[in-house]
């Protein structure tokens, strides 16, 4: 076995304890919002040139989430192995004889799967047949890999996926400072801070989403988040204000101006008026008179009084 399948297998030997018993403080996972009430036995997880003990572990997991998920309880290898004769329990996965096992074990959905490598990573191939129809239902895994958590995670996601895909999801609390901020959730509006139900925004896809959080006279507030399965994910959101000032409040108004409305124009006609004025006036105080005598002839010399 080699170093990495090692590290895999103390991996998966620790997962299996903390399933068991977690340790005091470790917050419990969820269970499923609406248990399956299903007849469903588990066969055989088949490895790909991988370690048999790790491809035990793994199945082991898988029926561990599934009988989380299902009410009816599973069927066990021992319970397997005493009703099925020695041909079925050399079935290899085909649909025809997964049928006819979940036929003899009296199952609604018989689960079987191939285990196999992916560079640093383990994926899980897993497909469930309905006896009644004998149509099948196929799913593969993302990448198992990292702590004891990640695999468990991995594996529980595989479950839901295959089995109950309408409660494969997370949720995001978006926590602000500020009263009154938009917030937005992958460029959808989702209210004003605070939001409402504690801030949680529930029933989000798995993986990464982006926040955007927006108030007037506040720098924007932007973000990645990802969400994992039957978790919530936390976004503090501190809006600083901004430096930049947005216009002034004074509104100025730009428009054409024609000649006759200019300062210098008006000025200029005003001198002009008032110069004809003053040569005007003098005019009019000046009194040309001809003194006249008896006979009617102008009389020479004389001043008008």
Not at 209 to 221: C, E, L, Q, R, S
Not at 266 to 277: D, E, L, R, Y
Request: overall charge neutral.
């Amino acid at each position: 076995m080699g170093r990495f399948a090692l590290a895999i297998l103390a991996m998966l030997l620790l997962a299996g304890v903390a399933r068991a018993a977690p340790p005091a403080g470790t917050p419990i996972e969820s269970g499923p919002e609406e248990a399956l009430d299903q007849k469903i036995a588990v066969w055989h997880f088949d490895g790909l040139g991988i370690d048999a003990e790790i491809v035990s572990r793994l199945e082991a997991l898988f029926r561990v989430e599934l009988g989380r998920l299902d009410k009816q309880p599973l069927p066990s290898r021992r319970d397997m192995d005493h009703a099925l004769p020695a041909d079925l329990q050399a079935c290899s996965g085909d649909d025809k004889c997964l049928i006819a096992i979940g036929k003899k074990l009296g199952v609604g959905t018989v689960v079987a799967g191939t285990v196999a490598t992916l560079g640093d990573a383990y994926i899980l191939d897993i497909k469930a047949i309905d006896v009644a129809t004998g149509k099948p239902k196929r799913i593969q895994s993302d990448p198992l890999r990292g702590t004891a958590d990640d695999l468990i995670e991995g594996v529980r996601v595989a479950a839901y996926r295959l089995l109950a895909p309408q409660q494969l999801h997370g949720a995001i609390r978006v926590q602000s400072d500020l009263v009154g901020a938009e917030v937005q959730l992958d460029g959808k509006s989702v209210g004003k801070s605070p939001l409402g139900n504690q801030g949680v925004v529930a029933n989000q896809e798995l993986g990464v989403h982006k926040i955007h959080v927006a108030a007037p006279g506040y720098d924007p507030f932007d973000a990645d988040v990802e969400v994992h399965f039957q978790k919530v994910a936390t976004v503090d959101v501190h809006l600083i204000p901004s430096k930049v000032v947005i216009g002034t409040g004074v509104v100025v108004h730009a428009e054409k101006r024609h000649l006759y409305t200019k300062p210098w124009f008006v000025a200029a006609v005003a001198v002009v008026a008032i110069g004809a004025a003053i040569l005007i006036g003098r005019g009019a105080g000046t009194v040309n008179c001809t003194v006249v005598g008896a006979d009617g002839m102008p009389v020479s010399g004389a001043t008008c009084k």
